[in-house]
């Protein structure tokens, strides 16, 4: 169901829950890809780890908020592709930086998230 002109200006539940169906849909097809299960992996290999390791509060929650933003950024990487693919399927210098720009932004967090990883859990071993 799209929403129309009118129903963007007025703030309703309707439309709430509309937003969290098409939010949930975004999830549902995030799932399908494989990067984002290699990421679902990682998290749940992290999060056992963390179980293991008896992390505080604290760690988990940077844990939490590191993983969600790995997962959330693979997300947007994969709405680029997918973007980038609709408007065109010719081979364009503008179409590939796009895409190359977004892998490298989920590379650069990727790499942030490692170190944090290792700060948090190099010490307990
Ligand atoms: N239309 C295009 N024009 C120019 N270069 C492109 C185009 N499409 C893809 N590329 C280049 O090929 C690379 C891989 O693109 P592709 O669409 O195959 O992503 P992918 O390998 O599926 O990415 P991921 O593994 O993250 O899903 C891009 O990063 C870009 O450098």
Redesign the pocket.
């Known amino acids: 169901m799209r929403l129309d002109s009118k129903d963007k200006r007025t703030l309703s539940v309707g439309r709430l829950k509309s937003s969290f169906r098409f939010a949930g849909n975004g999830l549902k097809w995030a799932c399908l ?3 984002l299960r290699i990421h679902i992996a990682a998290g749940a290999f992290v999060s056992a780890a963390g179980f293991i390791f008896s992390l505080t509060r604290i760690e988990w929650c940077i844990i939490i908020l590191v993983m969600a933003g790995m997962m959330a950024l ?1 997300i947007v ?2 709405a680029i ?1 997918k973007t ?2 609709l408007v ?10 796009a ?2 720009l ?2 490298g932004a ?1 590379l650069l967090y990727a790499c942030a998230a490692v170190v944090i990883g290792l700060f948090i859990f190099i010490p307990k071993l």
Not at 88 to 97: C, Q, R, S
Request: no cysteine.
């Open positions: 890809e494989p990067n693979e990487n994969t592709e980038v693919d065109t399927e010719e081979y364009k210098p503008l179409a590939g930086m895409k190359d977004a892998a989920v």
